[in-house]
């Protein structure tokens, strides 16, 4: 008898199948600079027949990796971008029906994967201010639960964890007997990071991805570092050779290579605040104290504004429904500025 996954058959996804080629692309957090043109042909430089043709070694970027963060290759896996590695977190630590609890509105595959392996995803929501009570989060945390998920910073709400909330939440999930996941995706976009649990402790995984801060979204790489025994269960369910050659030789250059790193800060940085002087200046309410992407509140209709600014100024952005106090939004993409210059251009065009 032929059959299908129910799970799968009832479950919702969007696919984006749109081209967006020719776009000012600051709808999906992406780098719309990307890496320096010179550096990008630098490192392709190296690229030779062999790489093409032979699967992908692990061991030397993995090396690479754990100098970067100060531990050794047992606490790290590589995955082909983090959220494969938050699927395999969710399949290795929660059972079918499993309890798992996590905030929203926040990255949807958590609850994707959730429902694909029919687990029970547990929302907290956010105030109407936009800010998070941790007193929510612990108060969902229940004896049956498996697994609770954390961002640092949030996406696409833009806000972070201070040490005391982090720790107050961690403490409650120990009591109970919960696995952590803390999604980082966004750091460097933001100086406090949790790594130092997930390298130090048991049952605390940290998520990042060399997609955002370094430019990679195009080649699929990211990581999970965690407790040895935990990351051998996350390696058990990887595909073999499910990590990228071309992937790894940029993140290694990139690494390496002195300056690229602080110069993608730097020129982030030069972004973000030209964006946040201009937005005060004109008088829009935005919100996003970390992350590459901003919530502004526009004068007029949100979606109109997305539509036109994709009709008409070859800008793609997003809109978001229901934000709080914020209503119907904008989120956008930080890039550095001559984009956002263009992104602004457009807006005081078409929010009137």
Partial sequence: MYHINPAIKNLYRIFDQNERRDYLRLDLNENPGGLPEEFVKEVLSGVTPQLVAQYPETLHFTEVLAK??????????????????????????????????????????????SEMYGRNFVKVPYNDDLTM??????????????????????????????????????????????????????HYFYPETFMKYALTQEHIFVTRTFSKLFSMAGCRLGYVAGWPEGIKMVQKLCTPHNTNAFAMLFAEKILDTPGVLDGLINTFNEGRSYLINELD??????????????????????QRIVERMKQEKKILIKTYPNVGEFGDCLRVTIGEKRFMEKFISALVELDK
Wanted: net charge negative.
């Fill in 281 to 302: 200046k004109l008088g829009y309410p935005h919100k996003g104290e970390a992350g590459n992407f901003l919530f502004i509140k526009p004068k007029t209709d949100a």
């Fill in 133 to 186: 009570d941790v007193n929510n989060i612990i108060n969902s945390l229940t004896d049956d639960t498996q697994l609770l998920i954390l961002l640092n910073p949030n996406n696409p709400m833009g806000n972070v964890y201070t040490v005391d909330e982090f720790e107050k939440i961690l403490n409650a999930a120990k009591q109970k007997q919960i696995t952590v996941l803390i999604d980082e995706a966004y």
């Fill in 68 to 113: 970067h963060l100060d531990t050794d290759i047992s606490r790290l896996c590589l995955v082909n971008g983090s959220s494969e590695g938050i699927r395999y977190i969710i399949q290795a630590f929660t059972s079918e029906n499993g309890r798992i609890v996590g905030v929203v509105p926040s990255y949807f595959m958590f609850q994707v994967y």
